[in-house]
């Protein structure tokens, strides 16, 4: 079964509460980059309340800091990283006002 109408996580949790069945006490498989898991688990979690969300984090982010003068030269790798972590910060505000 697949969700497609949605534009945002909010409004994916109250498709996908609309396509499932009324049981309850489901065990709902959270599958979404490491990074947006946060939000994604909190909105899941509010809209399924006698379901069990199950997190499955992918695309995760690894990286070994490594300090040298090289590192202190902005770059478009870091520019997106901290784009997509603000990012998601401001969703997380954003949601908690909203929702």
Same mark, same amino acid.
């Given at each position: 079964?697949?969700?497609?109408?949605?534009?945002?996580?909010?409004?994916?949790? $109250?498709?996908?509460?609309?396509?499932? /069945?009324?049981t309850k006490n489901r065990r709902?498989?959270?599958?979404? #980059? @490491?990074?947006?898991?946060?939000?994604?688990?909190?909105?899941?979690?509010?809209?399924?309340?006698?379901?069990?969300?199950?997190? $499955?984090?992918?695309?995760?982010?690894? /990286?070994?800091?490594?300090?040298?003068?090289k590192s202190l030269i902005p #770059? @478009?790798?870091?520019?997106?990283?901290s784009s997509n972590a603000l990012?998601?910060?401001?969703?997380?505000?954003?949601?908690?006002?909203?929702?």
């Amino acid at each position: 079964m697949t969700e497609t109408k949605s534009r945002n996580t909010m409004e994916h949790a $109250i498709n996908l509460a609309e396509l499932l /069945s009324q049981t309850k006490n489901r065990r709902i498989g959270l599958v979404t #980059s @490491a990074l947006h898991m946060l939000r994604s688990d909190s909105t899941f979690t509010k809209q399924f309340p006698e379901d069990t969300i199950v997190p $499955i984090p992918v695309g995760h982010i690894y /990286s070994r800091p490594r300090y040298n003068l090289k590192s202190l030269i902005p #770059s @478009a790798g870091a520019l997106s990283t901290s784009s997509n972590a603000l990012h998601e910060w401001i969703g997380i505000v954003w949601y908690s006002m909203r929702y």
